[in-house]
């Protein structure tokens, strides 16, 4: 759904642990699920998808899960990395990869 | 894998004038771009939806004769924000579909274009 805020949400991980960040979405119609990786002063990055007839997919240390029922989406990072260190935002589309709209997004931070 | 550029990457620019943002797709042909406004510690929010030979199509609160969109090629959309004030200051993104890939395909991010308008 609509995003709106004046912060982010932040989740801090010490370095090797596993991150899992979680994502609420609106629009029960929704049928394409992406999650992306922003770093400061650049372009959202894709990490991986899912479409809503799976409810998990894996991909190289992320893995995504999708609950229909109750409209949530999660990112787990295996391992997590300082590099990994970011803004993860989630994004819905109907109709596969048209109009996307965008969660709120959370600020992953590794700690050494 | 799919390249997108924007062009320029930032931009300074005094209130009231015109400012031109191009969005680039390097490696494969997009029918469809999108254009998407970032403000600082906030999501991306969808501006419009740029089809090739064809009139954008705006969201809801979005000027159209503000924010021009010109998609004259199938590998370059331009966004020029009009008669610029400090608050349309922002970070702009722009996004491409590969159509070859399919109707569940990724949109390939550009990497922004920083605007800051005095």
């Known amino acids: 759904g609509e995003s709106v805020g004046l912060h982010l949400p932040t989740l801090s991980v010490q370095e090797g642990d596993n991150s899992i960040i979680n994502c609420a979405y609106s629009?029960?119609?929704?049928?394409?699920f992406i999650w992306y990786k922003q770093e400061s002063g650049k372009g959202p990055q894709f990490i991986i998808d899912i479409r809503s007839n799976m409810d998990k997919r894996q991909g190289q240390r992320v893995t995504v899960l999708l609950n229909k029922t109750v409209k949530h989406l999660s990112l787990q990072i295996a391992a997590t990395q300082p590099g990994d260190s970011a803004v993860y935002f989630c994004?819905?589309?109907?109709?596969?990869?048209?109009?996307?709209?965008f969660g709120t997004g959370t600020q992953l931070k590794v700690e050494l | 894998g799919a390249v997108v550029s924007q062009h320029p990457s930032w931009v300074i620019c005094k209130s009231g004038t015109s400012v031109k943002i191009e969005c680039r797709s390097l490696?494969?042909?997009?029918?469809?771009m999108f254009w998407y406004r970032q403000f600082p510690k906030q999501s991306l929010m969808l501006m419009a939806t740029?089809?090739?030979?064809?009139?954008?199509?705006?969201e809801q609160g979005v000027e159209k004769d503000k924010f021009l969109i010109n998609h004259a090629s199938l590998t370059l959309s331009t966004l020029t924000v009009t008669s610029a004030h400090p608050e349309d200051s922002s970070f702009y993104i722009c996004?491409?579909?590969?159509?070859?890939?399919?109707?569940?395909?990724?949109?390939?991010f550009g990497p922004g274009t920083r605007l800051t308008v005095l």
């Open positions: 996004s491409a579909r590969d159509p070859s890939g399919g109707a569940y395909n990724e949109q390939f």
């Open positions: 629009n029960s119609a929704s049928d394409y």
């Open positions: 740029s089809n090739e030979g064809s009139k954008a199509t705006y």
């Open positions: 994004a819905e589309s109907t109709g596969g990869g048209n109009k996307l709209t």
């Open positions: 490696d494969f042909q997009a029918t469809t």
